[in-house]
């Protein structure tokens, strides 16, 4: 598929794992009697593994077929996001979004707390993440995650 554009978000590991956590947590509550189980499962792992993850999407296409936006330019700078998606994709520019700012999917009305120790699991197993995507993008990228 030498013509696919991809955009690849990349978010802070850690605030991407707890707000998945939390989403999980808020579709099903019997998850709260094993967080650890749930967080040790490589399917909730893998998805915050953004120096396996990748390594793996360039090995299929080329770094010039992907667009890496840092997920904290769609809250501090949406309208930036948008035309920097648009000029990517060939599209013309457009001024007119009606809505681009507000939380989608927010966890926050439901307010689900985590135990300390799992939020601590958590960080521990997102750390060796924010060597890879600094060296991979820089200081300033990954400033702007969260």
């Not at 991809?6 to 956590?21: D, F, G, V, W």
């Not at 927010?106 to 300390?116: L, N, Q, R, Y």
Request: no cysteine.
């Amino acid at each position: 598929m030498p013509d696919v554009k991809l955009i690849y978000m990349i978010r802070n590991s850690y605030e991407r794992a707890m707000s998945s956590l939390r989403m999980m947590l808020g579709r099903d509550r019997a998850w709260k009697q094993s967080l650890d189980e749930l967080v040790d499962k490589p399917a909730f792992q893998k998805k915050s593994v953004y120096k396996e993850n990748i390594p793996a999407w360039e090995g299929a296409f080329p770094a010039t077929q992907i667009l890496y936006i840092p997920f904290g330019r769609v809250k501090s700078d949406p309208d930036g996001v948008l035309h920097e998606v648009e000029r990517y994709l060939g599209l013309e520019r457009f001024d007119s979004y009606p809505v681009i700012s507000g939380k989608v999917n927010a966890t926050g009305k439901k307010k689900i707390e985590i135990p300390d120790s799992i939020s601590e699991k958590i960080r521990r197993m997102t750390a060796p993440q924010y060597p890879y995507l600094t060296e991979r993008f820089g200081e300033a990228f990954v400033s702007i995650l969260r």
